[in-house]
């Protein structure tokens, strides 16, 4: 499974990329988004690697989304030029490091209050330029951004700063993962793109045109050709996908770009197989189905328990897997996975092609 | 609270840690093993610094623990030399790795297999050297390990490895974090030594000696003075403390030296507080009285979800907390925790003394 030269190269666990299967999830969605007349801005807080948000833009994305202002500052350091901060920007350091990033990048930030707002204005107006803002709108994930009809009259204040231009409203899906059938998802991502556009005509009403609604979410992504008033979409986990995109129906096994390998370390009983790899690898997130990820071509074994560096693994029956033996495995998210490995190893054919470094992991603020 | 200055050099989401407290914490648990007789071994994945380390062994630790070898070369890089690798170590780059390592540091490694022993074994007779060994036994966590009775065959056939020197008995009593009280937690580690006693007195009458019973975790840690036939304790949470801790009756809020500092982002609604600290500052790790961390000082407020980087307050009753406030927040779990960190913050009297970098960290091979 693993080539031998590879095999002296490093050791488990790691995580590998395959390059095929991700350039395909590049290019479907790429197609999908064209096919339906909406822009991508494919969320990176997914890869977190300018080497891949570099192939989004060059298979049709017309630009990216990060989560954090050290994600856009890594990204703008590698020549990539048109930018989503989707997160309200707080505090003196934040502003002083976004105005010094306004130099380099065209950047668009979202936020949904005017508290927020305001700062963003200072920077703006210091620079005689204006920011454009994506405003969240709260469609049923009840995380950032307030209701739809509460958000008219917010973000009418918002749109008086001068320095400010309402680009957007901005909503994410993320609730769509709970959904247990795939005409619920969908109904959710139909109904979320309705709610924006409900705000979007009031506050046409009253004078402020929005020109973009911008929707997110993997889940929800295969909608798009069926999602009313929607212009842009912004998925992430679509590049590798992972356990939550299988289940919600997005993605089957054969999708998954990125899996982890593992290495049985002890066999302590029959019933159970310890590995290398735990929360330090996967991350702890949970899954509604239970267990910490899918091991490939072992349908009898669930990995049921992570503490940091093990694995524990059920069997169910039996297993002959001994101590030595490797395993691949998908992650329940793929996301925290990838933001605690420095480097994914990016295979073509079973070939070691490129050392893909993750030079966003980390930047939380 | 934050000093004026100190906001210019930073922003949030970042770790902050009380030097005073963690000195603290490490002079009493050395004070607790020297009167109990034993050798203190701090596991060091809690902060995976060299710099914590040698105070650890300053303040009276005989050596010290690691889960990792890539966290042992992290801590021989920097001169520390007594390591117990306390993870099996599986493959022939792993192997060559611990041989290079071997050149300079004095290792101990814990396994619980004959396949793993031989390749210790030969590396041991490459460098016609006698490795240390600590076996694992189960004695309840059901993670690495037979239990105390197969321990007795299964230990044996590894003494038979001319190359190994079976140095002591291993257990790690994480599960009595699950236990609801003080009691039930006191028995989980007097349980836990006497099983470990049981398996070297039949060892001992079997004509193999073992000399070190080496027990685990922070959980039980001051029951020290109580536990029968341990000569030495690792444990590792200790040094910082969190919520699982604090849960478990092994600390109190003034216990925690490491605490995250996040910003209040947005005020949606009046019972919702968004924060800049999601799952890839505190790690997603569930706590059993639910909830993602003890906000200090505010009582009514209450970390519900993480997202990756968003926090989510709920406030029960009603909140002034506006966009800008800060709020100190220790973790569930610090040890992923710190694993997601670069650097750690370090203030002595609320004035900034040290940035402690988390050299160890994502070292999980």
């Known amino acids: 499974m693993i080539k031998d030269d590879f095999e002296l190269l490093t050791d488990t666990p790691f995580l590998a990329l395959d390059l095929e299967v991700m350039e395909r999830n590049l290019r479907t969605m790429a197609a999908l988004a064209k096919q339906a007349g909406v822009k991508l801005r494919p969320h990176t807080k997914t890869h977190k690697s300018p080497y891949i948000a570099r192939k989004q833009l060059e298979y049709g994305a017309s630009g990216i989304t990060v989560a954090k202002l050290g994600e856009a500052e890594v ?37 949904d209050d005017i508290a927020v707002a305001r700062g963003i204005n200072e920077v703006g107006e210091a620079r005689k330029q204006r920011i454009p803002v994506y405003a969240d709108v709260d469609t049923g994930l009840h995380r950032m951004g307030r209701d739809p009809l509460a958000s008219v009259q917010s973000i009418l204040d918002i749109a008086k700063l001068p320095y400010l231009e309402i680009r957007g409203l901005m909503s994410h899906t993320g609730h769509a993962y709970a959904r247990p059938t795939e005409e619920e998802i969908r109904a959710v991502a139909i109904e979320d793109a309705e709610l924006m556009n409900e705000t979007r005509l009031q506050l046409d009403r009253l004078g402020l045109h929005v020109p973009e609604i911008s929707v997110g979410a993997s889940a929800t992504a295969r909608f798009i050709g069926e999602i009313p008033h929607a212009t842009e979409m912004r998925p992430g986990m679509y590049a590798f996908n992972d356990r939550f995109v299988m289940a919600a129906g997005g993605a089957e096994e054969r999708d998954c770009a990125v899996t982890v390998y593992a290495t049985v370390v002890a066999r302590p009983t029959p019933e159970r197989i ?40 059920e069997v169910a029956g039996s297993s002959d897997l001994q101590i030595g033996d490797v395993l691949r495995i998908i992650p329940n998210h793929i996301c925290p996975a990838i933001n605690l490995a420095d480097e994914l190893y990016g295979f073509r054919n079973g070939e070691l092609e490129t050392i893909v470094p993750v030079l966003g992991r980390g930047k939380n603020r």
Do not use: C, Q, Y
């Not at 350091?77 to 976004?98: Q, S």
């Open 274 to 313: 310890i590995i290398d790899a735990g929360s330090k690898t996967f991350a702890a997130d949970a899954f509604k189905h239970g267990g910490h990820g899918h091991v490939i071509g072992h349908p009898n074994l669930t990995l049921k328990a992570l503490s940091e560096e093990h694995g524990t693994i």
């Open 75 to 111: 990204m703008a350091d590698h020549g990539i030029d048109d930018i989503l901060i989707a997160f309200p920007l707080v505090g003196r350091n934040k502003l002083k490091r976004f105005d010094a990033l306004l130099d380099r990048a065209r950047l668009t930030v979202g936020l």
